[in-house]
T-cell receptor
Framework: KAGVTQTPRYLIKTRGQQVTLSCSPI?????VSWYQQTPGQGLQFLFE???????NKGNFPGRFSGRQFSNSRSEMNVSTLELGDSALYLC????????????FGNGTRLTVT | AQSVTQLGSHVSVSEGALVLLRCNYS??????LFWYVQYPNQGLQLLLK??????LVKGINGFEAEFKKSETSFHLTKPSAHMSDAAEYFC????????????FGEGTQLTVNP
């Protein structure tokens, strides 16, 4: 099975712009979660989608949003970028039930200048 | 609210020595526990998971972890370190009522010296 695929791998944006990141989960996985990883804050949960519905949301401002499509692919959008949004954004997929573990993609490295 | 504490942000061992990475959790209900490893410029890879079936859990690459409810701990061990084990390790907890949401510890950077 193919793993979790995130595109693009690297992105450079200017403050004030918006950005969309994409994630293709493992086939058969209905849950997609997004995490932000920074040296200062570590791994922070953004949100989780399950069968196209947001099931969980972390403590991030409304500038961070996401969605999931009927094929389970997910996108994450950040509007009005700030310098502090520079981070590695990780997507993870799972079956979404019981003890099913998260399987992570290699992430999108976003740099905001 | 659940939380995870990893004692020691940096651990250094010699090749062939025992690896011990510490993880303590707080959770109001019996949780699911996970250890992940992250190599530079990559995502997180699952090492092992605890799901209450057995307190000693064996994972990939020779790692194992023991769940101790009385100590609320889930420490990761490997009898003999290899150079390729150098990476960052994350402990994570998930409660059954929180969907797939994981709460991660701060991470422990493992260095293996020749």
């Amino acid at each position: 099975k193919a793993g979790v695929t995130q595109t693009p791998r690297y992105l450079i944006k200017t403050r004030g712009q918006q950005v969309t990141l994409s994630c293709s989960p493992i086939s058969g996985h209905r849950s997609v979660s997004w995490y932000q990883q920074t040296p200062g804050q570590g791994l922070q949960f953004l949100f989780e989608y399950f069968s196209e519905t947001q099931r969980n949301k972390g403590n991030f401002p409304g500038r961070f949003s996401g969605r999931q499509f009927s094929n389970s692919r997910s996108e994450m959008n950040v509007s009005t970028l700030e310098l502090g949004d520079s981070a590695l954004y990780l997507c993870a997929s799972s079956l979404g039930q019981g003890a099913s573990p998260l399987h992570f993609g290699n992430g999108t490295r976003l740099t905001v200048t | 609210a659940q939380s995870v504490t990893q004692l020691g942000s940096h651990v250094s061992v010699s090749e062939g020595a025992l690896v011990l990475l510490r993880c303590n959790y707080s959770s109001s209900v019996p949780p699911y526990l996970f250890w992940y490893v992250q190599y530079p410029n990559q995502g997180l890879q699952l090492l092992l998971k605890y799901t209450s079936a057995a307190t000693l859990v064996k994972g990939i690459n020779g790692f194992e972890a023991e769940f101790k409810k009385s100590e609320t701990s889930f420490h990761l061990t490997k009898p003999s370190a290899h150079m390729s084990d150098a990476a960052e390790y994350f402990c994570a907890v998930r409660e059954e009522t929180s969907g797939s949401r994981l709460t991660f510890g701060e991470g422990t950077q493992l260095t293996v010296n020749p």
